[in-house]
């Protein structure tokens, strides 16, 4: 079908006003997670940690994570967590935050998991018109469009990070496609280092050796905030973060 329009948004992290009109204008969205804000990183009042503990408290765990003291980060996240039914209390303030994020998506919408989604909640608020894959393809336009969600193992021990074996299982399952979704990035340095948090992000090789073995046309993935590379060529395949849209509120524009 000549004449799609599709709109890519990643690392949403709340915005749900700007997400209600990412999809204006476009034949479908693609999200590619990270729905969830736990923690904004550039204002610290902002997200599910200070809800809970306060500004100050964010402040403190933001100095220890960016210096990645990430051992004394867990202590005092331990020691505020003392007493207290953390996985309830994240799982309450995360279904409030789904609930509205879920709500804004357009119809048709085609999403998967970042590194800091929960999975195991989406089917309570996936309503008609919003597709869920991971490791799976849709057909959007004529295209084959391939989705691998979540992340791989880290330090910061996020939600839905998984084994690389288990990462490539994933990747390997969706064959030919003609567009690769993911919420990370193939493993290229200059798609995966951050330049304000000053380190490089997990990147995936088994995108990397898809990208080089299929050749789609494109790969489209987020969650490296600040890249030293936004856009570059692999091959045949223009690999692209779609931006971080829970600062800039706008979806990646693409069209065949």
């Known amino acids: 079908m ?10 949403v992290h709340g915005n749900a006003e700007d ?25 610290h009042s902002r997200g599910i940690f200070p809800d809970l503990f306060g500004e100050e408290a964010a402040d403190r765990i933001v100095e220890l994570r960016t210096a990645r003291r990430f051992t004394e980060a867990r202590e005092f996240s ?29 119809d048709p919408t085609y999403a998967t ?8 909640l ?14 799976t393809t849709a057909v959007i336009g004529g295209l084959t469009v391939g989705f691998v969600g979540g992340g791989l193992r880290t330090p910061m021990n996020t939600p839905f990070e998984i084994d690389d074996d288990v990462y490539a299982e994933k990747v390997a399952a969706l064959g030919p496609v003609d567009v690769l979704c993911s919420h990370i990035p193939p ?3 200059e798609l995966c280092y951050d330049v304000v948090a000053r380190r490089f ?16 046309r494109y790969a489209l993935f987020g969650h490296v905030h600040q890249p030293l590379a936004r856009r570059m060529r692999v091959g045949a395949t223009e690999c692209v973060n ?3 849209f829970a600062s800039h509120g706008r979806p990646f524009v693409l069209e065949w």
């Open 122 to 135: 989406w089917p309570e608020f996936t309503e008609d018109g919003t597709t869920v894959l991971d490791g």
């Open 113 to 120: 998991y970042g590194n800091v989604d929960i999975p195991r």
């Open 201 to 216: 992000e997990r990147g995936s090789a088994a995108l990397l050796d898809a990208i080089r073995e299929v050749r789609p």
């Open 78 to 106: 331990r020691s505020l967590w003392s007493g207290m039914d953390r996985a309830a209390a994240i799982e309450s303030a995360v279904r409030k935050q789904y609930a509205e994020l879920f709500a804004a998506f357009p």
């Open 2 to 11: 000549p004449g799609t329009r599709i709109h890519v948004v990643s690392d």
């Open 187 to 189: 493993d290229v340095p």
């Open 19 to 43: 997400l209600a009109r990412a999809g204006d204008g476009a034949d479908a969205l693609i999200c590619l997670g990270d729905l969830i804000l736990f923690l904004d990183y550039a204002d």
């Open 242 to 244: 779609v931006g971080h």
